[in-house]
């Protein structure tokens, strides 16, 4: 019975690693090793950094290179693998290494941190993730080599790593020393390609890249999930890209070339789903580039992959879902396949709970004094895990960097696996009550 009692389930599993994660990173960053300064970080500092890098946000009260030593660097680099891996895949990697069995509570717990649809083969896909990661930042490491070393000498093999990394865990983290992320070198193709390759494949999901990886290019061959997830992703990539190179040739791309703008347009459609990194000044946006900025982070990336927001998954199923409804249909169906009512529930389920706690964050920050659409920014950027400011987070007084940690880390748990974390498993019960009708609309 005691054993009962204290067990754990699976979203408290999950919600309890990256409490630990973050309080441990923050304990490491308040070193005096730490901080160039060789003074400890205040607490609150201390953690918020650690919740940014473990749940590869981006938000940052100081700027990367000038504040931390290269410890203080590596530890922020070690929580952004970390968490975007998720804690339990790398511990049960570490079980796998030792020879250790992997039980299913470790197994269902795998399954709910990196979203596989069914606990078999779950150990397989694991080992693919990390194959995956590995590949992906290794590949995007070297080709960055070649745009840091001759520009840093041996430092730029360390940026190579860090930003590599950083990209692929879209995290957002950079080194430039610049505080004001990459609008200092938004004309250099490579760095920017490499970049927003690693972004789109670690935002893709780990599910689509199990599906290329076994069924190639097939497309016909890949899950239901899969087909969203890249489809989705196509055409948000393009269709963002098109947008902001219409609508901020006046404003935030003003000046340069052509060329030019259609990289800051593509790089600036890739990052706020949900990166954090920037080549344009946020601030000079148009409000109709704003309002497209949020909407993005908002959508997010693939389920399963190392980004947040509601997911394009999910975005795709309200859509689908409300497009069904219009047309009169009971049944969702997209590629010859029927939705399941229990995604279409929980996709709601979801967007609601993600809604509103970006709401209730966005009102704590209007609070302290922040413009509307400032706060709604920085709300939906924590919330999404993006990175991305308009100036407001270096200014945050007490209560708006509890506010922010907190959003950020509901936005990579997951609100809604937040909140059934907090809630007590019951056993359903055995009869149900009584459907009446209401009206909606």
């Known amino acids: 019975m005691k054993q009962h009692r204290f067990s754990l389930n699976a979203v408290q599993n999950l919600a309890l690693s990256f409490t630990c994660i973050i309080l441990l990173g923050g304990f490491l960053l308040m070193l005096p090793i730490s901080s160039r300064s060789g003074q400890s970080l205040p607490f609150l500092d201390a953690v918020f950094t650690s919740a940014s890098a473990a749940c590869v946000t981006g938000l940052v009260l100081y700027d990367t290179w000038t504040q931390f030593t290269f410890f203080g660097q590596a530890v922020i680099l070690l929580l952004i693998q970390v968490g975007g891996l998720s804690f339990m895949t790398v511990t049960i990697f570490i079980s796998m290494l030792l020879g250790r069995r992997i039980g299913l509570h470790s197994r269902a717990v795998l399954m709910d941190t990196v979203g596989a649809l069914q606990m078999g083969?779950?150990?397989?896909?694991?080992?693919?993730?990390?194959?995956?990661?590995?590949?992906?930042?290794?590949?995007?490491?070297?080709?960055?080599?070649?745009?840091?070393?001759?520009?840093?000498?041996?430092?730029?093999?360390?940026?190579?790593i860090f930003h590599a990394v950083s990209a692929f865990c879209n995290a957002g983290f950079d080194l430039l020393g610049t505080g004001a992320s990459l609008t200092t070198v938004a004309g250099e193709p490579l760095l920017n390609i490499v970049l927003m390759a690693l972004v789109v494949c670690g935002g893709l999901g780990f599910l689509v890249w199990d599906d290329i990886l076994t069924?190639?290019?097939?497309?016909?061959?890949?899950?239901?999930?899969?087909?969203?997830?890249?489809?989705?992703?196509?055409?948000?990539?393009?269709?963002?890209?098109?947008?902001?190179?219409?609508?901020?040739?006046?404003?935030?791309?003003?000046?340069?070339?052509?060329?030019?703008?259609?990289?800051?347009?593509?790089f600036q459609s890739v990052t706020p789903r949900t990166a954090g990194f920037n080549t344009a000044d946020l601030t000079a946006l148009s409000e109709s580039g704003k309002l497209l900025t949020m909407v993005l982070m908002l959508i997010g990336v693939g389920s399963g992959s190392t980004g947040g927001g509601i997911k394009i998954n999910t975005f795709a199923v309200l859509v689908l879902t409300a497009l069904a409804r219009v047309r009169r249909r009971e049944d969702v169906e997209l590629f010859g396949r029927r939705l399941d009512e229990g995604d279409i529930f929980k996709a709601f389920s979801v967007s609601i709970m993600y809604f509103m706690t970006c709401m209730l964050g966005c009102m704590v920050l209007c609070l302290d004094g922040i413009s509307m659409d400032a706060a709604l920014f920085e709300s939906l950027s924590a919330m999404g895990t993006v990175g991305l400011t308009l100036g407001v987070t270096p200014t945050l007084n007490t209560a708006g960097k509890i506010v922010v940690t907190l959003m950020m880390f509901a936005g990579r748990v997951g609100s809604m696996s937040v909140l059934m974390a907090m809630v007590r498993d019951r056993p359903a019960p055995k009869l149900r009550r009584i459907p009446e009708k209401i009206l909606i609309g």
């Not at 990539?237 to 609508?247: E, K, Q, R, S, Y």
């Open 215 to 266: 069924h190639r290019f097939r497309f016909s061959k890949w899950h239901l999930h899969s087909k969203i997830a890249f489809t989705g992703t196509l055409m948000a990539l393009v269709l963002g890209t098109v947008a902001f190179f219409i609508l901020e040739e006046d404003h935030a791309f003003a000046g340069v070339s052509r060329s030019q703008q259609l990289l800051m347009a593509a």
């Open 121 to 160: 083969g779950i150990v397989r896909l694991t080992r693919r993730i990390l194959t995956v990661t590995a590949v992906c930042e290794g590949v995007g490491a070297l080709l960055l080599l070649f745009w840091f070393c001759p520009r840093y000498g041996l430092r730029g093999v360390w940026m190579s």
